[in-house]
């Protein structure tokens, strides 16, 4: 398995963890406050160290004054505003996020309320349980891989499940991941989720290599995951549809999805 010294000197307790958010956003008005509401007291009740850094694409619609107005609740130490001159891709804001990162681990997630941070403590103890270098939510199973160990005061997930699509847009999801798992065979039950759990010196190996954009970029990351030797869990999660603003899924993302299938297929 390739793992470089850094990251097998990081495993630890959790109370020498701390855990960086890295949030892109783009007219994120409305969910920001709510969304980095439910970080912090996540984090708070489990008494983890944390940080979010808030990478926003120049929104016209004030997302940035809000995140201002944040900080001076939670402060400039938690919450971290780094934005960029416009729209520049998906990958890139979690490049320029992590040049701010001061956590050893860093958890990437949307801004829109689609991701719920109760989620967060399952994927930390998955990867405290068996070392995981990465740990992904999953629209599509039932039950944590590798299985989850059970205590006294905490009950295993409930199954993975998806609110708020219509039938063509989960018919679409689903035929993704059925693509990409037939022809990459990656072992992962959901590539193309974007809640996920990363040491951060592998997400600084794989994020270098991977040359996608848009939709295909997450199933890459997962794909040169694994070849890169690196561990990876799944947590089920529910995932809710934005609450407010608009999906940002085309016709020509799927059609650069399935290009993206093959490129990998032949490439990695």
């Not at 709510?34 to 984090?43: D, E, H, K």
């Not at 979010?52 to 971290?80: F, W």
């Not at 719920?116 to 349980?129: G, T």
Request: charged share 20%; proline share 5%; aromatic share 10%.
């Amino acid at each position: 398995m390739h793992r470089t010294a850094d990251v097998e000197n990081m495993a630890g307790s959790s109370s020498s963890n701390t855990y960086s958010v890295i949030l892109p956003t783009f007219n994120e008005r409305k969910n920001l406050p709510i969304i980095v509401w439910l970080l912090a007291r996540t984090f708070e009740t489990h008494s983890l160290s944390w940080e979010i850094i808030i990478v926003d694409d120049n929104s016209p619609d004030g997302t940035q004054e809000v995140a201002l107005q944040l900080q001076r609740v939670y402060g400039e130490d938690k919450l971290v505003l780094k934005p960029r001159s416009g729209k520049l891709g998906l990958g890139t804001a979690y490049i320029h996020g992590l040049d701010f990162c001061t956590g050893n681990f860093v958890i990437i997630m949307d801004a829109d309320f689609s991701h719920h941070p109760k989620f967060i403590p399952q994927f930390i103890r998955l990867q405290k349980a068996y070392d995981l270098d990465i740990v992904t939510g999953t629209r599509y199973r039932s039950k944590p891989s590798p299985s989850l160990p059970s205590t006294p005061s905490s009950a295993q997930p409930t199954a993975g499940a998806v609110y708020g699509w219509d039938l063509k847009r989960k018919l679409v999801s689903r035929g993704a991941n059925f693509l990409a798992d037939t022809v990459l065979n990656p072992g992962v039950s959901d590539l193309t989720g974007s809640f996920r759990l990363y040491r951060k010196e592998v997400l600084k190996h794989i994020i270098t290599q991977t040359q996608s954009r848009g939709y295909v970029f997450q199933m890459e990351m997962m794909v040169r995951a694994r070849a890169s030797g690196y561990t990876v869990g799944e947590i089920p999660i529910t995932f809710v549809d934005r609450i407010y603003g608009e999906s940002k899924l085309g016709a020509d993302e799927v059609v650069s999805y399935a290009k993206g299938v093959w490129a990998l297929f032949v490439g990695v």
